[in-house]
């Protein structure tokens, strides 16, 4: 997967939360992926977090700075400006 790749060299960390609520599935998904971390409760989008960020479909992306803010949302993965996204 290049664009996690671009992101990795810019020293972006990756996280991923699924919004699924069938443990199997989430398990053979996850590991599709290329990077660490990958999470889910389980709770489908009923999570608290998904309410509170406005979540209804996934995926989302997030871009948090460095206090952990919310600074920029993408909707598709190929929004995201790998050249200024790290600055």
């Not at 996690?4 to 960390?13: N, S, T, W």
């Not at 609520?21 to 290329?34: A, G, H, I």
């Not at 660490?36 to 997030?62: H, Q, R, S």
Request: hydrophobic residues 40%.
């Amino acid at each position: 997967m290049k664009d996690y790749i671009k992101l990795k060299e810019q020293g972006i960390r990756v996280i991923s939360i699924s919004g699924g609520n069938d443990k199997k599935e989430f398990e053979s998904e996850k590991n599709q992926l290329p990077w660490e971390d990958k999470l889910c409760d389980f709770e489908g989008y009923a999570w608290p977090n998904f309410i509170n960020y406005g979540i209804m479909v996934t995926p989302i992306f997030f871009l948090l700075n460095k206090d952990k803010k919310v600074v920029k949302r993408y909707a598709l993965f190929t929004d995201i400006d790998f050249i200024n996204v790290a600055g």
